[in-house]
Structures are given as structure tokens and as C-alpha cells.
């Protein structure tokens, strides 16, 4: 019989990227005999379970004759002896097992034929790793017999076309990039290795062939995509040929959704009478013509199954709230694809508007033009079917459309109180429920008041008390600038003016007191100054002192004074409703580059201060002009205020007249001779003309239309007769022109230079906010004095004269990049009134500013050399500019700008040298440079061979029966998928993984099924040819089977660093395969498969990481990977000296009378000796083996320190490090009870003399008083004396023996102690 097999449905399964569901359990059959010359002469069979344990076994001969084992204890496979194989017994055998719910699937059929020959294989194919461009094809050969030759022939050919000797008794042919030129009818045989005259009958023959050659047919529908459980539905699939078979298949279950039809002509119907929720997903189909060539696919169906519909949405553009007579569209948006919408309105019967499915899908909405009163009220959408159904509609949003002649009024609030408090402001904060243009503050007290704000926050001061009243708002939308909304209710503020508090009045007194002793310090220091000369040491001290002090109150007072620093200027430019009049309504718009501003200032003519107004969240503010009248006349410029900072001001718009637009500005670079240049010219407004004219010619040089706020004109190769003055004009778009005035004139002359400098920075020019940026600009000529420039304007210089002689570069440096940093950086030099030509430039860009970009590599980002690849940079804004950078290099390798969001960076032939780490950026070219966060890097391998992963498990690859085991397939390339495979296994475990390099494939309640070799590979989902190599191979052993074994160290658990140790692991049963293990390491670290009981594990020369808990286990070779309990853990210690041990105490560390302590010594090493030492002995006095030693204090002999030590009894000589010193304290024993009769006799005594020195100073002090008045009188006559005498010696020219010197000297009476 011939098997006919078509690679369709496995070149569908890969050219959609699904996962072949898992097959179920299939009992494995096979043959085993101990002839293998001559193997009918003696045959066993086997049959295997390969998931699970069981106890019944089935084997089944010609359908008719069964033959049923049943076992006592589960196992996972059961031989059946056949014995010599004659005319009886030969037939077809299938074999199956039990599980829990029923027999198993029979094994694949083995046909046993007459004595003398080899069993027939069968042939059969298994999908692979994603074939590009064609299909990878795995042809399996079962020969039933392990050891055999399996030869691949092919129908046509004499010689063999593929031939393997595997190990198993499968050998696996593979087919790569199938192509038609390879289709054809395929067979396999066997022979015997030595008896290669022994052949067995040729298998089944296997027909391939390729699919994919006929036009793709349509798939549709009846009654329709969606329909209701119960309903029933019919797809027809029609092709363009007529007799041809048809098959569709859903997409989301390719296995069990799999139908052929023969064709009714050139179609084919598909009928699902009873749908159900399981029948919804995505359908295709084909046809194929009776060679089973096949057509491509048709496009994809989607088929729901729902009993209602699910929710839609409905949105209002511009915004809900329309004038009368403007146009209004509402879009509809809902999950389901394929299906029109239909609108409503509240209040009407029938729907108001359709749209069907094509209009949809090309985002077309409902309109509605020129809208009335009439059109206001409550609109929704639903799902419109043109078929019939029982589904229910679902729930949907619905819009409110209002139709006014204003929008309506909005509510206005303040924050956080309607009242004043001394010393702090109040936020207004006006609210709609749209979008808003701009919002307008009012003030009821003072006509002339008008606040703007873009987000509708006010700042509300109360200096003076001017802030109360009663105020109001109002706003516009963007479709309607023109219109005004109605008032909102009025609000009154109320409170106390804010400014006067103690603290203001505080803190002024404190600043003025500064500098009042400012001056009078410096005053003093003036005058000690001069008076220096007639000071001693003390006055010069003095001096020192004062200078100290003035530099100090110098240093507080600069601190309590607000330092301004120039801020990166702002942008000033206008914008009207009137395009053709645009001085009938101006409006002057200022942004700053920083994102810390507060507050704008616009001010007129240098000095006239027009408004402040706050800063919104784009960090700008209008100032609204109205009606240019002739006080508008003027130049303008405007100033961005922060906490302690203003701005540099902006570049200066003039207003020449009412009718007039605003005069422009013109610039250049220095003119090159031979050079291209370009000149801009500023107009303020957008939508103008530009025109550039040159003196002395009538017609404009160059026009350009409407590109902006600002034009570019080009002069491409500067010579002489291209100098002279320039100007320009900007006009109105359409007839009548209107023309600003002028510029002022720009003269253009070509003057000798110097070659350009060579500018770089030292580091990277995209930095984030902080970092330090060094610009080193570096001439050819030595001397020179260097300019740096930035977005054109000078902002640094270097003066030759405060260089090093013969210096040729200057270095400026940015200590702290800002947000305003940022910009195009160039440099200069020049030598008295010759000037170089402007550098390259520099673009600074600082980051961190917007949110990062991701970067993805098309079609992936691993390539060959030579070829190309696409690096598309994806943003969160549009039109920014981008940068590609790759690490390791200071420079950014590209910069494109884009109008959209993205951007695509192409790089050509690569090389090897271009592997690495590339990320992107994106920045505002307008703003200085203001760019988003770094991009997560992107690996890029140029190779012809993909890297190997790495595959390992956790916690370990030996896993006890029952647990759960993950494992992980990691490689450095990003962007990929991962395969696992298991070898035996036709299907692979596929993960798509685009966030990680690391891929996780878990295996819960691991059993003895989930054992054996597995090995894992990428999976790109990208067409390339590199090869992709598999990683290692990992064995999982399932433990728990079998008994434990014992594990010892030879010569002992602790050697010496550089020694040889032998670990023993001893099993119960032979011919068993051992595997040491090691904590804290994942895979096996030795295996072995000795003859014995024993496995000798031998670690040469180890060292000190090789210490650690081993363990190991054993499996028996007849059951791979099924594998004992561990063994008991062992420590290995690999040290010169073996660790201290630990000393303790029982039960403490206090001797009791008549008790006596155990003190325990414990190390980690088992087969030690111990000894105790005790502070005072010169030799240790106990010995133990267990560490238990008992100590008593007989005459207080126990007292005192003690320690201890161990020594291995295979290495007596080496002792350990003794355990930390532990101390017996305490008294027991007949000893102690005479020491302490003893101190009770000494206490009594001591008891006794106190008391009778209290009596004796009792007495005493009864006698005091008298002995005091009487010595009183004596030592007052004494210390009279002596005083005289002291005075006597004080004064020179006094006689010490004058009867008169007592009365003459001073008489101090001092009190005699007590």
C-alpha cells in the first residue's frame, strides 16, 4: 500500500508561527535478542510506557490475539518472550499499557515475517526547526532492532540517498530547504552491521512533495462572520480550478481543525450546523490537486461566536460643543472586525447614518455638515448586520452634541480658599469638559484687567490689597478662535493685603542691619588702619580679629541677596485668526527652552512693560495685542522669569504699522569664497511669503512660500559678484499681497580665511541633565584667539593672551549641562581681522527629558557579514530627529529627522568588527535639543552562525519525583524565540520571548517520564540562513526510585590544598550509572558507570573551591534517569588547618554547690579526637571523642578559662585552631563551706567596730559646741595676725614692727573653718 504524505499542513504550522500540539502518550514496541547475528533465533519483546508508571500491559497480534500481563508494582515497561521466531508466531504485534481512565494509544504496527529475515521498518516524517526558505523535513526510521545499518533510498536511485548507524533503533534522515527538485517517493532498510548480506523487506514508501504552487483561493462566510451558539454557518472556499479537493483549517487548533471536501466545480462548502463559543478563531484554507500539490493560503477569516455584542465607543471631533454651521464627525469604535455601524440619535426611530464594513476599515466616520439647534441631542452607535441573527446587542457610550451660538459658560473655582491669608496667593482655576484653546480672566472691578492662560490656572496676588474683588471667565476653542465662550458664574475673593506680615518686615530689617554693619565694619577697618602704627599686640590682634569678621558679614551678605543669572533667551513670535489682515487681530506668543520657568515678561521698546503672565505646561504664554492701532507701534522682546534667574531677551519684533506686517530679520554666517550659504530671514508669523532682494536690483533674488516662521535662502557657490546688501520681505499667501516692511540691510562680503577648525567634544555629545561637556576647538595656526558659537549667537571666547605661548586649541567647558544647554555647537579662530572658516557642528543633545524609544533590528539582529540590516528607532513624538549611537564610540554614527514617530537607520555591508550594543535617541531641534532617554540597547551580531545557548536547570537537573524544575535556555541575542527539544520526542516546546534574553520552560510534578537528554536552540522569526547551532545537552535525572547510597571521602573529608581525594559512592544494585552532586550546583559534576556497587570519584590536585556538601545518586542503565534518593550530604573541607571548633557549657557557666559542668566541644568534622585546655596547665588535660568533657571544683580547681581543639584521627599531626576561650565561674564543695563560714565570722566583726566608732563620734559630737566658741576666739586673733603681716610685706616703705600697723592696714575678719 502506498502512504501518501503532503508537507502542507507542516509548512502551514511554520509559515504561521503555531505550536504543534502535544500527541498523546504512544506506547513504544521493540525487539531485543542475544543473537545479534542472528536475531529471529531468539526475541523478546518490549513494550514501554513513556509518561507514566503502570501495572497492566497489553500485546496485540493480528487484532484477533491478545496476550495480558498484569503486575504487582507499576513499572514502566514489560518484556514478552517469543522465543525463536517460526511460521506461528510471525504476524503483526501492537502493544499498549493502562492509565488511569483506559487503555493507551497501540504502538506503531512491528510485522514479524518468516524466520531469516530482518522485521520491516516503517517510515514516517516529524516537523522541525523553521525551515527558510523552505521547509526543514525530519524523515524517522523505525527497525525495530537496536544496531542495525538503516540505509534512505529514493525512488529513481540506485545508491543510497542518506544511510546512519544510530544507537537506537530510530535513525532520523534529514531533508534541508525543501524544493521541488527533492519531492519524490522515499523508502528506508535495514541490515545487520556484521551480515551486511542480511537485509529486511523495504518499508512503507513516503511520498513528499511541495505545497504552495496555485493561486490562493477566497474564503467567506454565510450567512455571515458572526453568529450565535446554536446557529449554523457555512464557509465556502473557491478557487480558480475546477476537480480539485479543498481542505480548511482554524488556525488556533491546526490538529483537530482539519476538514477536506470534495469540490462542488470550483468550491467547496464547509457546514457547522450547531456552533459553539470553541468554534470562533481564525480560519483559512486551500486546495490541492490529486498529486497533492497545493495552492497558497487564502486570506485569514474571523469567525465569532457570541451571544451578544460587545461594547462601542463614540467620540465627538473636533469636540462635543460645535457653533451653528460648523461640520462635526463622530467616530465609532468597537473590537469587532467586518461589520458596518450604524448611528443614532435619541428620540429617532430609524438610524440616522451607516457605514459598511469597507468604509471602516479605510477610517471613515460619521458627518455631520453644517450643524443647526436641531442636530443637538444624545447620539450613540451599534453594530449593523445585514444578515439575521439572534445575537443581542451590547452595551455603548453615548455623546452629548451641543449646538450653540457660543460655547457654554465654564465653572470657575479657587484653590485652596476664595480668602486671602497674609503673605500667600490664591490659584483660579476655570474648567470645561473639552478641549480649550485659550481661557481669559476677568476682573468686575477693573475694566482693563485681562489674564490668559493655556491650561486655565491664574496665580492671584493680594500686594496692596488690589487682589479682592469679584472675577470671571471665559475660553475659545481651536475651530473657533474668534468665538468667545459665555461667562462663567462670578467669584469673589476675598481677605487682607499680603504683604506687610512680620516675616516681610522681619526679614527686610534683617538685610537692612547687614548692611548697616557692612559700612560700619568697614569704617572700623578703615581707621584701624590707619592708626596701626600706635597699637601694641593687643590692638594688632584686634585688626586681624575685624578683618576676619568684615569678610564674614561680606559672605552673609552676598548670601541674603538674590544673585540673577542669565537663563537661555526665549522665542518671541506672533500668530493671527485674519490671515490676509493679520494687524486686525495679533497675538504675541513667547516659549522658553527651560522647563523650570514660571513667569514670561513682555516689554516694549527696551523698557515699556507691557503684561507678565504664567508659564503653561508647554512652558509658554500668549500675550494678546487685538487690533494693531498706532500705539502698537513699537519693538518687542520678551523675557522668561524663574525662581532666581531671567532670561537672556529674546530676538526683537518690530511693529512698523497698522496695516503692516511686522518687519522681518535677516542673518548670516561669514560668506565663504566657493562655499554654499545660506541666509535666513525671520518673519514672526506663519503662513507667509518670503522674498530676497539684493541692492540695486528691482525683482526679489529668490521667493520661497509658506515654510514657517522662517526661510532659508541658498546661495550655492559665494563669489564676488554674488557681495553686496541684502534684504527681505515677507507677504500674505494670496492676492492682494500684503508686505511687511524691510528688513535692515545685511552685507555680504567675501574676506580671506583661515581653513576651518577641527571641533569635537571629549566626550559624547548626548548627555544626560548634570553631566560636564568639554568642546575642544583646535586650529592649525599657532596664536590664535577662538570664538564659540551656539545655534549661531557667540556665547564664549578665548583670548590668545590668556593661553599657553603657542597654544593652538582652546577648550570651553559646560560644568553642569541645563535643559538649555542644548543646541548646534561651532567654533572659530581668528588673528587680529583674519577669521577661519566656521567648524562642523557639534550637536549637543541632553537627554532625559522625554520618554525613551525602543529600537528593533529588520528583519533581526543577527546578519551575515556582507549584508545589510535596518535599525527603525520608535518614538513617542513626532517630528524630532534622531540619532543612532553604538557603544564604544563617542559619536553618534547617523541623525535623520522624520515627520512621523519613527525613523529607519540602514547599515550597509556589515562587518564583524560591527557587532555590538547599539540604542537610539530622539530630541526637539526647535528647543535646544531637548531629547528623550536612551533607548534599551540593541545587540547586533554579524556572523555566519549563530551563538550557542546555554541550557541548564533550576534548582538543579536532579530533581526528587513530584517537584517542579525550570529550565533555562539563555543566549546573548535579543529579539528570538527559544526551542526545547527532547531527544525521542517528535514535538518541541517553543517560547517566544522578545523582552529577555533568557528563556524559561517549566516542568511541574516532574515524573519519571519527563527524564532524558534535552537541548534547546533559537527560534527566529525572521527569514535568514545563518546556521543555528543547539546548545549542550542536559540530562534530567528524577530521583526517589531507588535506595539511597552511601557516600565517603578518602583518605578523609579534609585535605590539604593540592592533595588527591577519592569520593566513594556505594549503590545497591550493579551496572548502575552514579553521578556526583555538589550544593549550589546546577548540573551533575562527575558521572560514572563502573561494573561494581562502587563508583570511585577521583578530584586531582584539589583546591579551595572544591570544598562543599556532596551528594549522589545512582540509576540503573535498563531505566535511564530513574535514579535513587540522595545520599546522606558530605562536607568536604579542602584546608591546611582544619576550622575551630564551638565550646559550650551545661547546663551554664556557673559551678552550684556540690554540681558539676559538661563542657561540650563540637566540630564539623566527623572521626576527630578532642582536647580540653585550661588556662594555667602547660599540657592539655582531657581527652574525648565524643567532645563531652565533666568538671568539677574540688578546692576551686575549676575556676578559670578553658578552650579546646581537634585532630583528625587519619592525620593525627594536624590540629585545628582552638574554639573561642569559655570561663567557669562560681564556688562548690566542702572548700567553699569554709570560706564561707569564714566570711560571716569576718562580717560580724566588721559589724561591730562600725557601730562602736558611731558611739564614740556621738559622744564626740555632744561636746562641739563648746569646743567650738572657745577655738572660734583663738584662730580669729591667729588670722588678724597674719592678715597684718600680708599687708605689712604688700606695701614697700611699711615697718612690720610699728605698733601703729594695725590700725594703718586693712582688718579683714575671715571665719575659721569648720
Known sequence: MLWTFTLLLFCIRLSLGMTSMAMESQAELWIESN??????????????????????????????HMTWVHLSQKTFQMSFFLGALTESNAGRYRCCYWKEKGWSKPSKILELEAPGQLPKPILWIQAETPPLPGCNVNILCHGWLQDLVFMLFKEGFAEPVDYQVPTGTVAVFSIDHMTPEKEGVYICRTHIQMLPTVWSEPSNPLKLVVAGLYPKPTLTAYPGPIMAPGESLNLRCQGPIYGITFALMKLEDLEKSFYHKKPIKNEAYFLFPNLNIQDSGHYICFYYDGSYRGSLFSDILKIWVTDAFPKTWLLAWPSPVVPVGQNVSLRCLGPVDGVGLALHKKGEDRPLQFLDATSINDNKQFLLHNVTHRDSGIYSCHYHLTWKTSIRMGTHNTVKLVVVDKPPKPTLSAWPRTVFKRGKAITIQCRVSHPVLEFSLEWKEKATFHKFSVDGDFIITNVEGKGTGTYSCSYRVETHPNIWSHRSEPLKLMGPAGVLTWDYILNEALKLSIIIQLAALLLVLLWIRYKWRRFRIREAWFLGTAQVFTMLFIVAALLCCEIIVPTPKPELW???????????????????PSGSTKEFVLLKDGTGWIATRPASEKVRAAFPLGALSQSHTGSYHCHSWEEMAVSEPSEALELVGTDILPKPVISASPPIRGQELQIRCKGWLAGMEFALYKEGEQEPVQQLGAVGREAFFTIQRMEEKKEGNYSCRTHTATLPFKWSEPSEPLELVIKEMYPKPFFKTWASPVVPLGDRVTFNCSAPHQHMSFILYKDGSEVASSDRAWANPGASEAQFFIISVGIGDGGNYSCRYYDFDIWSEPSDIVELVVTEFFPKPTLLAQPGPVVLPGKNVTLRC????????????????????????????????LLHTLREEDSGNYSCIYYETT????????SMPLMIWVTDVFPKPWLFAEPSSVVPMGQNVTLWCQGPVRGVGYILRKEGEATSKQLWEFTSNDGAFPITNITSASTGHYSCCYHPDWTSPIKIPPSNTLELIVTGLLPKPSLIAQPGPMVAPGENMTLQCQGELPDSTFVLLKEGIHAPIKLQRPRGYRADFWMPVVRGEDSGIYSCVYYLDTALFVASNHSDSLEIWVTDKPPKPSLSAWPNTVFKLGKDITLQCRGPLPGVEFVLEHDGE??????????????????????????????????????????????????????????????????????????????????????WPRLRTRGSETDGRDQTIVLEECNQEGEPGTTTNSPSSTSQGILVEVPAPM
Do not use: H
Open 574 to 592: 506672533a500668530e493671527t485668526n485674519f490671515p490676509l489682515a493679520p494687524w486686525k487681530n495679533l497675538t504675541l506668543w513667547c516659549r522658553s
Open 874 to 905: 520608535q518614538g513617542t513624538l513626532k517630528d524630532m530627529r534622531f540619532a543612532l549611537l553604538q557603544e564604544g564610540t563617542q559619536v553618534p554614527l547617523q541623525f535623520k529627522s522624520a515627520s512621523g514617530s519613527s525613523v529607519d537607520f
Open 35 to 64: 543473537y545479534p547475528q542472528a536475531p529471529w533465533e531468539n526475541i523478546t519483546l518490549w513494550c514501554r510506557s513513556p509518561s507514566q508508571m503502570s501495572k497492566k500491559f497489553l500485546l496485540l497480534k493480528d487484532k484477533t
Open 927 to 934: 528647543m535646544s535639543n531637548r531629547g528623550s532617554y536612551f
Open 1178 to 1263: 602547660e599540657a592539655p588535660q582531657l581527652f574525648s571523642e565524643d567532645g563531652d568533657f565533666v568538671i568539677n571544683n574540688v578546692e576551686g580547681k575549676g575556676i578559670g578559662n578553658y578552650s579546646c581543639s581537634y585532630r583528625l584521627q587519619a592525620s593525627p599531626d594536624i590540629w585545628s585552631e582552638p574554639s573561642d576561650p569559655l570561663e567557669l565561674v562560681g564556688a562548690a564543695g566542702p572548700a567553699a563551706q569554709e570560706c564561707t563560714v569564714g566570711n560571716i565570722v569576718r562580717s560580724t566583726l566588721i559589724v561591730v567596730v562600725v557601730v562602736a566608732l558611731g558611739v564614740v563620734l556621738a559622744i564626740e559630737w555632744k561636746k
